[in-house]
């Protein structure tokens, strides 16, 4: 995904969560219902979040320094991060203590009407949300399975609100039961049940993000699809003739580092192997144009060396 490749994305989520807060704040007013004041400020979290991510990116185009010589890439990681902390301790610990509360302490829900008409206008704001982020998410996805894309996506952002739009859909439906449940027993009871349900969901999801944000944090290496390329490229049958090891990692969603120990005959001269290692390089920023920092090492082939250093990614 490129740099702004998820911006449509966050910017619609970011706009319907600000409209969704007002209203389920208006609605929460009216009626007391603690599954609105639990949604508004599922909504509320969910508008920082998108603004996290926001300033990731913006933070990430940062040239690099002499501290920095590998640039900023991974701030997205990090405010990716900083997302599935504020959706853990904002959107579902409070949500589960307002639950709580509500289930001790129940009161009358008053002016149903109102959370109700929110909630319905939630689920249409929210659909539109996740819809782009569908959208967006299939122009990368490729055949990959939903699962697989989360999981695997070097990018944070739009797992992150494909995540979070799914959340919100499902917590304004378990909003809906609880407050429809209420209304048809005349125990508020459900609502409190209905908002612990919410916080939950929300803080399941905060768990996954997390653990995904920090595979990314800790670092990963190319999918198995671009060390095919680089392998390709990096061999051309002549002074390069073979990889003896190598390893990827990426510096951000859309910069990769490539290092590599290749095989080059012990009669070749250093002007052959240097012309050799530049038009590799070319060939592997042709093949995978995010690799941006590579090294590449020439060594003569030993196999009983090679057996102590098995070739990686």
Known sequence: MSASGGTK?????????????????????F??????????????????????????????????????????????????????????????????YEGYEKIQHPHPLDNWYWPVGVLVFAVVAEGFSFRTAIKESNELRGRQSWVQFI?????????????????ALIGLVLALCGVGLTLAT???VWDGIGTMCIGTLLVLIALVLAAETKSLLLGESAGPDQVAKIRAALVDGDVVTRVIHMRTLHLGPEELLVAAKIAVEHDDTATEIARAIDAAEARIREAVPIARVIYLEPDIYDERAAAKHPSGS
């Open 9 to 29: 994305a966050i910017v619609a989520a970011l706009g319907a969560n600000l409209a969704i807060a007002a209203a389920k704040f208006v609605a929460f007013a």
């Open 31 to 96: 009626s007391g219902s603690s599954s609105m004041l639990a949604e508004g400020v599922h909504s509320i979290a969910d508008s920082g979040n998108q603004g996290l991510l926001l300033l990731g990116g913006k933070r990430a185009k940062r040239a690099a320094t002499d501290e920095h010589p590998f640039g900023y890439g991974r701030e997205r990681y990090i405010y990716g991060f900083l997302v599935s902390i504020v959706l853990f301790t904002i959107g579902g610990v409070f949500a589960l």
């Open 151 to 167: 999981r695997r996506a070097k990018a944070p952002e739009l797992p992150v609100v494909l995540l979070e739009d799914f959340g």
């Open 186 to 188: 005349g125990n508020s």
